[in-house]
T-cell receptor, first 113, second 113 residues
Framework: DTAVSQTPKYLVTQMGNDKSIKCEQN?????MYWYKQDSKKFLKIMFS???????INETVPNRFSPKSPDKAHLNLHINSLELGDSAVYFC????????????FGSGTQLSVL | GESVGLHLPTLSVQEGDNSIINCAYS??????FIWYKQESGKGPQFIID?????DKRQGQRVTVLLNKTVKHLSLQIAATQPGDSAVYFC????????????FGGGTRLMVKP
């Protein structure tokens, strides 16, 4: 009955590979997000989707492509992984756009070797 | 660059004492602030929020104080417990047209038994 679930929890891969992280929320929320947390715990928004439509796209390399098949899912695909992509990636959701009370998943720790 | 918070300082308190975690923000247009708690291996969890038309808001064992004059936010935790050990983030929102939370760098709270 996890509210926001993301898989996998850990992802170890080689430079240059392509990988995906999946996220699902069962809260009935309209808005979903991807955040990146670096080694110093700094959290930065990457993308925001409302009802499957992209509403925020921060300065993120176009190697990162979010995909929202429906409003309960927001997956993150990363092409040509680089060392600097190593971080913890958090999926989050909120009931509506403008509601800042985010519900976060437990994170995916990505390690690029 | 980041406009909110510090670079993961650590606050160590004795169990039962009160804790005060501080946060500075630089955007005077911010009108909404949130505190999140992140335990090890988990995603951030909402604690308490405050709008800019308020100076103080209380929750269960937590109080948030907002000083707009000096652009300062604080989180007070009463009777700190071992379960309060976590990294605490303040976040601000200054874009009412979308959900653009900007997170600070976080403060690690360590509770000594």
């Amino acid at each position: 009955d996890t509210a926001v679930s993301q898989t996998p929890k850990y992802l170890v891969t080689q430079m240059g590979n392509d990988k995906s992280i999946k996220c699902e929320q069962n809260l009935g929320h309209d808005t979903m997000y991807w955040y990146k947390q670096d080694s110093k715990k700094f959290l930065k928004i990457m993308f925001s989707y409302n009802n499957k439509e992209l509403i925020i796209n921060e300065t993120v390399p176009n190697r990162f492509s979010p995909k929202s098949p429906d409003k309960a899912h927001l997956n993150l695909h990363i092409n040509s992984l680089e060392l600097g992509d190593s971080a913890v990636y958090f999926c989050a959701s909120s009931p509506v756009v403008g509601d800042e009370k985010l519900f976060f998943g437990s994170g995916t720790q990505l390690s690029v070797l | 660059g980041e406009s909110v918070g510090l670079h993961l300082p650590t606050l160590s308190v004795q169990e039962g004492d009160n804790s005060i975690i501080n946060c500075a923000y630089s955007n005077s247009a911010s009108d909404y602030f949130i505190w999140y708690k992140q335990e090890s291996g988990k995603g951030p969890q909402f604690i308490i929020d405050i709008r800019s038309n308020m100076d103080k808001r209380q929750g269960q064992r937590v109080t948030v104080l907002l000083n707009k004059t000096v652009k300062h936010l604080s989180l007070q935790i009463a009777a700190t417990q071992p379960g309060d050990s976590a990294v605490y983030f303040c976040a601000e929102n200054f874009n009412n047209a979308g959900n653009m939370l900007t997170f600070g760098g976080g403060t690690r709270l360590m509770v000594k038994p």
